[in-house]
């Protein structure tokens, strides 16, 4: 036997994938690796804008940390021959605890953006919550997800006739639930944006086009496409021919610090659906949600990109569930990467997850495919991570399943 046959009997040659994008996704095996694809693909600007946090990015660091001080107490011998992660979230059916969280400004990642995302959520049947700074509009990413669950996500605006507006535009749109994001008073730091010089449009210097063209599959996305504007909010002073300003400038002059418990009134007298609040990050705060009658709590310290050396969502999950009961949902957002981190999570008593770099870094990655890829990844990981600790389903998502990893001396 020649030395070609005998490699031949005990090698087969892989076909090729002539897609790039399948053949990127392909190598992705999990969140960490299409972080690491985006950040090639992305100029180093738009990959920070989404990667970076506030300050010393302790919180951000520590988000994803804190599910690795959790370990499993796996039972065996339980027959785990059938595996279902569904659930229930705002009273509809799940296939599984996750929820995409709000991302402003996904054009930057790809032409699509907010289509992309909300279209990848709907095929796996889970809620994408559409940011208030979002590129596409309330109706076109209803159009784009017809059968998709949608929620949106209200930053409050000084002007409040604006956010009536928009709370009417998401009704008539058929959104399901709003989702007020309380921890946003002033922009955190975000160091890498300023170093960057990011602003909203992003501005075009000598950096920026050195870096376009290191990057030139994004920057030929990006030239080609209509310009990137807040969609929901035209006419409020950012992306309509004006200057490019940073995100810290614009939230700054836009958002509404006056915002109090007071307000969630308010809301309820001009939005007749479920509200969840995210942002909380104590006890005290999930048990006001849980007396003022809202329907769920995001834990959530904005991936870390408000104020640093907050705590870690997963942290929170086991005292607020304690402390609210049954009352209202709890959503552990922020650092989860692997589907064993829902796992986790609900084991601890949260109703469900969300994700918002896991699903943005997917974007960046391969586009609309990419938060496909980025969904199954956490499913399957969701439902490996079942298997081989004896729970069949969420009933079986109990606090005996998980404890804290003894700190050793
Ligand atoms: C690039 C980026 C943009 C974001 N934009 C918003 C936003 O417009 N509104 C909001 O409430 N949260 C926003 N967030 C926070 C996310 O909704 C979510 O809380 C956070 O990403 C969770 O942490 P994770 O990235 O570790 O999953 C943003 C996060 C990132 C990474």
């Not at 909300?118 to 049947?125: K, L, M």
């Not at 639930?177 to 002033?186: P, R, Y």
């Not at 969609?231 to 002059?253: H, Q, T």
Request: proline letters at 6%; hydrophobic letters at 45%; one cysteine or more.
């Amino acid at each position: 036997m020649s030395i070609f046959e005998t490699l031949r009997s005990v090698v087969r040659f892989r076909a090729v994938e002539l897609d790039p994008v399948a053949r990127r996704l392909a190598r992705a095996a999990d969140v960490g690796d299409l972080r690491r694809i985006a950040r090639r693909r992305l100029p180093g600007g738009v990959f920070d804008y989404i990667d970076g946090a506030a300050e010393d990015e302790r919180t951000l660091g520590d988000n994803t940390a804190a599910f690795a001080r959790y370990r499993f107490r796996p039972r065996v011998l339980r027959d785990v021959s059938s595996i279902d992660p569904a659930t229930s979230l705002l009273g509809r059916p799940a296939p599984m605890p996750l929820a995409l969280s709000p991302t402003g400004f996904a054009r930057i990642a790809d032409p699509e953006g907010e289509l992309a995302v909300a279209r990848a959520a709907a095929r796996a049947g889970l809620p994408y919550t559409l940011s208030t700074l979002g590129t596409r509009s309330i109706e076109e990413v209803r159009a784009a997800a017809p059968d998709g669950r949608l929620w949106f996500q209200v930053y409050v605006w000084r002007d409040r006739g604006l956010v009536k507006e928009m709370l009417s535009r998401a009704a008539d749109a058929t959104y399901e639930a709003i989702v007020i994001t309380v921890d946003t008073a002033v922009l955190g730091l975000r160091e890498r944006d300023v170093r960057r010089g990011f602003s909203l449009p992003p501005r075009i210097g000598l950096d920026t086009i050195v870096d376009g063209a290191l990057h030139p599959g994004w920057t030929w996305d990006f030239v080609r496409a209509e310009p990137i504007r807040f969609a929901n909010v035209v006419g409020a002073g950012v992306g309509d021919g004006g200057d490019p300003v940073s995100l810290s400038e614009y939230v700054n002059a836009q958002f509404d610090p006056s915002l109090s418990w007071d307000d969630v009134e308010w809301f309820r007298s001009n939005w007749h659906g479920p509200i969840v609040i995210k942002g909380i990050q104590t006890v005290d705060d999930a048990v006001i949600a849980a007396e003022r009658g809202v329907d769920a709590v995001a834990l959530s310290n904005h991936g870390g990109r408000q104020l640093d050396d907050a705590p870690a969502p997963v942290d929170l999950v086991a005292p607020v569930r304690d402390a609210v009961g049954d009352r209202l949902e709890v959503y552990c957002d922020g650092g989860v990467r692997r589907g064993s981190d829902i796992l986790k999570a609900v084991s601890l008593g949260a109703t469900a997850c969300m994700v918002g770099r896991a699903h943005f870094y997917a974007l960046g990655a391969g586009g609309e495919r990419g938060v496909d890829h980025v969904l199954s990844l956490l499913d399957g990981g969701l439902r490996r991570a079942m298997a081989l600790t004896g729970c069949g389903s969420v009933a079986d998502m109990v606090p005996e399943l998980v404890e804290p990893v003894p700190v050793r001396a």
